[in-house]
C-alpha cells in the first residue's frame, strides 16, 4: 500500500456502491499533517468556487490537531474565505467548556481561534459539540447537537410529494436523508483499535439511529462522549481518515482490505471500514500505518 496513491471502489453502506477509495501515503506524521493541511485548505477553496457556505467537520486525536496547526501556518489560509466556513466536530469528549482535553479545545488552540481573531471565521459558525457545562448528560449533548445540525441540513433527499397527491395519505411522512448539513470534508482519525469518531468496536453506539449518539464506556478516556452516528458520516460528500504509526496498521489494513470471500470488514469489528463519503473517502496515511 505504500508509494503512489491507489484507487479502489469504496464499500457502500450495506455493501452498495459509494464514491471512489483513495489512498495516499506520506513518509512521516509530518509530512502527512502538512499535507492533509494543504488538502484540506484547498478543498474549501475550491467548493467556494462553486458553493457556499462550506461545511467541514474536524476530528479530535494527534493528527487531526496537527493538522489543524499546519492549516494555520500555511500561507493559503488567508486565501479561504472564512466568513463563508461552517466548523463542526465529528465527536468530543464529554468534558466541561475550555477542558484542554476537549477536541474543541485543542482545535480552538490549533487553529480555530486564530481564524476568529484574524481571518474573518464568525464566531457563530463554530458549532461545537456541547459538554456537561451545558447540558446534564451525553444524550442531552447528542439530543443538542442534532438540532443544531438540522438547522443546517439542506440535502434531505427526494421532496416528499404533496399531501394532495392521489393515493397518498394525508400527513404521510417520506424517507427522508439524514438531517445533517452536506458535509464537504469530514475529518477522522483512526484509533489503533479501528475506532472512528467516537464509534469503537463492538460498542452500543455503532448500531445508533438518528445523526447523533450518547456515548459512555468509551474505551479510549474520558469514557462520556457525544458522536456522530454512520448514518451522519455517511452523509457527508467526502470522508478523510488521517492516521499515522504502526499501532494502526493493522487496523488500517483491516479497513481497507477483505477477507478471501471478498467481503469488506465488518464494521461492528473495524468501525473505520464503514466510514464512507458519498463522493470520496481518502486515506491519509504515513508509511508506518501504510506498513501492513
Ligand atoms: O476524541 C477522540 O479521541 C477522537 O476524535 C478519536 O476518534 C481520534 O481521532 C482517534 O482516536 C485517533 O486519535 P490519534 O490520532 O491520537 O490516535
Not at 472564512?82 to 464529554?94: A, N, T, Y
Not at 457527508?236 to 487496523?251: M, P, S, Y
Request: no cysteine.
Amino acid at each position: 500500500m505504500s508509494g503512489a496513491p491507489g484507487t479502489a471502489p469504496a464499500p457502500g453502506p450495506g455493501g452498495g456502491a459509494a464514491g471512489e477509495r483513495l489512498v495516499v501515503v506520506h513518509p512521516d506524521p509530518g509530512v502527512l499533517a502538512e499535507a492533509a493541511a494543504a488538502r484540506l485548505l484547498t478543498r474549501i477553496l475550491d467548493v467556494q468556487s462553486v458553493r457556499s457556505p462550506v461545511h467541514v467537520v474536524l476530528t479530535g486525536g494527534t493528527v487531526g490537531i496537527r493538522t489543524l496547526a499546519r492549516a494555520a501556518a500555511s500561507p493559503l489560509v488567508a486565501a479561504v474565505d472564512w466568513s463563508g466556513v461552517h466548523l463542526w466536530w465529528g465527536d468530543e469528549r464529554f468534558l466541561p467548556d475550555g477542558d484542554p482535553d476537549r477536541n474543541e479545545t485543542q482545535a480552538r488552540e490549533a487553529l480555530v481561534d486564530a481564524l476568529i481573531a484574524g481571518h474573518g471565521l464568525p464566531a457563530e459558525n463554530v458549532h461545537a459539540m456541547p459538554g456537561p457545562s451545558s447540558v446534564g448528560s451525553p444524550e442531552e449533548g447528542a439530543e443538542a447537537y442534532a438540532a443544531e445540525l438540522a438547522r443546517f441540513a439542506v440535502d434531505r433527499g427526494v421532496p416528499a410529494p404533496a399531501a394532495s397527491e392521489p393515493g397518498r395519505d394525508a400527513g404521510a411522512q417520506e424517507p427522508a436523508g439524514p438531517a445533517v448539513p452536506a458535509f464537504d470534508v469530514l475529518l477522522l482519525g483512526m484509533g489503533p483499535d479501528g475506532h472512528v469518531a467516537s464509534l469503537f468496536p463492538g460498542h452500543e453506539g455503532l448500531g445508533a439511529t438518528g445523526v447523533t449518539v450518547g456515548v459512555h464506556g468509551s474505551p479510549k478516556p474520558p469514557p462520556e462522549r457525544v458522536s456522530l452516528t454512520f448514518d451522519a458520516i455517511r452523509a457527508a460528500r467526502e470522508v478523510w481518515v488521517v492516521a499515522a504509526g504502526a499501532e494502526k496498521a493493522d487496523r488500517a489494513a483491516a479497513a481497507l482490505g477483505t477477507t478471501t470471500d471478498g467481503v469488506p470488514a465488518a464494521v461492528t469489528d473495524v468501525p473505520a471500514a464503514g466510514a464512507v463519503g458519498r463522493g470520496r473517502t481518502l486515506w491519509l496515511l504515513d508509511a508506518a500505518a501504510a506498513s501492513r
